[in-house]
């Protein structure tokens, strides 16, 4: 071995014979679980420069230490690669963390007491905001709020609250500073969910809606807000024992900001960004700086996002909608399609100049005719430019059929999985019918295809919680429709592999990341829980203890 000390030949003036080189910290006395191609565990770990110098034996391990070296005892406490969510809104997580809250509301009582709340420390006629990370399932009254409902607590501030990134609800102050009203027209792509007899916005603004009419009007955050977002949201990501996210769809501004976090070495997650476009020009202008391998061991960027349909309650299907009240009351209804301006044929340009750079590009599709319009998208550009190497991806991939997944092989486009149904099946169920709400993001069928896949979350779509995730994926059980098609469900060691190696792959940082063997980043989450044998419940509950990145504790409970 080489390293710090030294052993020299009897004669005082010789140069050293051999260096031996021992580990910054050893971890030991625990359960390992590695991640690597055998899913094999250990007793301990020793870390050196950042990364894993060795795996083995706590005896094995501790003969690695020097006089300097830092012990850190498992006491039998289970040790993980560092998670890798292959979906995270990082800096919206951030933001969501400054705004009102409604994971522990359970009815719409909760939901109106915590808007009332926050009116009350707001000046008239400022904005009151809500976080992304909820959904009306969780509640008693299984809807959301009303426009009337949100007056009657807050009548002298216009009230924002988004429900994930499709769906927002607003009340009449609110509606009035949008300037939506009766004759408003629905956008293309969008729908005001409307009161049938009169033709007023009821509450509800559902995608377009939402992003073209309301979000433009909110309040700006700028650079120094996105910066503060970010870290907070890595702070918070941390505590969840989560190490590198890729984050989907960045715009300049935000993108500046995670340059000036990492450049100032205050980075604790990894960050993958890909840039977000709406056009075809958006490439040239934004993307095309970047290079698939830029960045630092905390940022890189090189590729490119873009969102071809909507979520649960806008996602292109090929069979029509079910009619649910105050949700969706179209008759035939298949969901929008969210297209560049000049539709189809630019949505293949905006694909080609990404390949013509070397882009990844990732596309959001929930919808079996959304994936399927993708796919031939895909093609197109593939006839003239190879993509295969260039790990173009579904994101989401809530109904794929079978000759889909095979048309994804041939390609080798690849998918990211995340828990929607977590918090969404309720509403699956209500707009999709059962039997599509039973087989959405059907991980079983996609582990066993030829697709290669990663894990995740979306959040601040549903909360960014790794252990709901992870329950979900082993059972299937839902907070909001119990269990949906166990038949899809993983075992624990296909569920953490898609939570580490398999997303590091989507992200192109697999030889760095996803498992814990000498070489690889010393990233590693320690567990209060056996997470192999604990119960589901247990482990939808597991607390993180310690979190290390590049061999320094970024959290410790």
């Avoid at 590729?303 to 649910?324: C, F, I, N, Q």
């Amino acid at each position: 071995m080489t390293g710090d000390t030294q052993t020299e030949d009897e004669s005082p003036n010789s140069l050293p014979t051999e260096v031996v080189e021992y580990a910054d910290t050893v971890l030991v006395d625990g359960e390992v679980l590695t991640v690597d191609g055998e899913f094999s565990t250990a007793e301990a770990v020793a870390v050196r420069n950042g990364q894993i110098l060795a795996v083995g034996s706590t005896d094995e391990i501790r003969a690695l230490a020097g006089p300097e070296t830092e012990e850190i005892d498992l006491d039998g406490r289970t040790a993980i690669p560092g998670l890798v969510d292959s979906h995270c809104h990082l800096r919206q997580v951030g933001m969501d963390l400054e705004r009102v809250t409604f994971h522990d509301a359970r009815s719409i009582a909760d939901v109106l007491d915590a808007v009332a709340e926050a009116a009350a420390e707001t000046p008239d006629c400022e904005w009151v905001q809500a976080s992304w990370g909820w959904h009306e399932s969780q509640l008693t009254e299984d809807r959301l709020p009303t426009r009337d409902e949100l007056d009657e607590v807050a009548p002298g501030n216009p009230v924002f609250i988004p429900r994930g990134g499709h769906v927002a609800v607003l009340n009449s102050a609110a509606f009035e500073r949008v300037g939506i009203d009766a004759e408003t027209p629905d956008p293309d792509g969008g729908t005001i969910v409307r009161d049938p007899e009169t033709g007023r916005a009821s509450g509800a603004v559902l995608e377009n809606a939402r992003t073209e009419l309301v979000e433009p009007v909110l309040p700006e955050r700028g650079y120094d807000e996105y910066r503060k977002d970010i870290r907070r949201g890595m702070t918070e990501l941390n505590s969840r024992g989560v190490t590198a996210v890729l984050e989907p769809g960045v715009e300049p501004d935000v993108m500046r900001a995670y340059q000036s976090v990492a450049m100032a070495d205050e980075a604790t997650i990894r960050v993958d960004a890909l840039v977000r476009v709406h056009e075809a020009d958006d490439v040239t202008a934004h993307a095309r700086p970047f290079a698939r391998d830029f960045g630092t061991g905390f940022l890189k960027v090189g590729g490119v996002k873009y969102m071809l349909d909507g979520g649960v309650e806008g996602a292109r299907l090929s069979e029509p909608y079910e009619v649910a009240e105050g949700v969706q009351e179209q008759e035939k209804f298949y969901g929008h399609y969210l297209w560049p301006p000049g539709g189809e044929a630019e949505l293949v340009e905006m694909f080609h100049r990404a390949a013509e750079y070397g882009h990844q590009v990732q596309t959001h599709v929930v919808g079996d005719e959304a994936i399927e319009t993708l796919l031939d998208a895909y093609e197109a550009v593939d006839e003239e430019i190879d993509i295969t190497d260039l790990r173009w991806t579904a994101m989401h991939l809530f109904l794929p059929t079978d000759e889909q997944l095979e048309r994804m092989a041939d390609l080798g486009v690849l998918a990211t999985l995340q828990n929607h149904p977590t918090y969404l099946g309720r509403n699956m169920e209500k707009l999709w019918g059962q039997e599509r709400a039973e087989r959405a993001i059907p991980l079983r069928t996609v582990v066993d295809s030829p697709v290669p896949a990663g894990g995740g979350t979306d959040a601040p779509v549903v909360p960014w919680y790794p252990f709901d995730s992870l329950w979900w994926m082993t059972s299937r059980e839902t907070v909001t429709a119990g269990e949906l098609g166990p038949e899809e469900a993983l075992s624990r060691q296909e569920a953490l592999r898609l939570w580490t190696g398999a997303s590091a792959y989507t992200m192109a940082w697999e030889d760095e990341l996803g498992s814990i063997e000498p070489g690889k980043r010393a990233d590693i989450a320690v567990l209060d829980t056996p997470f192999m044998d604990c119960s589901p419940e247990e482990l939808r509950e597991t607390t993180v203890e310690l979190t290390v990145i590049d061999g320094e504790i970024v959290h410790e409970n």
